[in-house]
């Protein structure tokens, strides 16, 4: 099978990778506006009431705040 043939390669069409190789490749941005597709867990709870959102940003916790829906920056 040619590679030209096959739709994807790990989720990467051919185009893509070759594009990637050659260093011309753009990714599609990310949509940070976008709530999680995750909900909170008592957890992310916890560590908000500890650390408070600023505490969060501190330690890099970006998936819990993105999971609180909180923002990023």
Do not use: C
């Not at 011309?24 to 709870?45: Q, V």
């Amino acid at each position: 099978m040619k590679p030209s043939e096959s739709p994807t390669i790990f989720g990467y069409s051919w185009d893509a990778i070759q594009s990637i190789q050659q260093g011309t490749y753009r990714a599609a941005p990310i949509n940070l506006s976008m709530p999680s597709k995750r909900p909170a867990t008592d957890k992310d709870r916890a560590l908000l009431a500890e650390h408070g959102e600023q505490g969060l940003r501190d330690r890099q916790l970006y998936g819990v705040l993105d999971r609180l829906n909180l923002p990023m920056g």
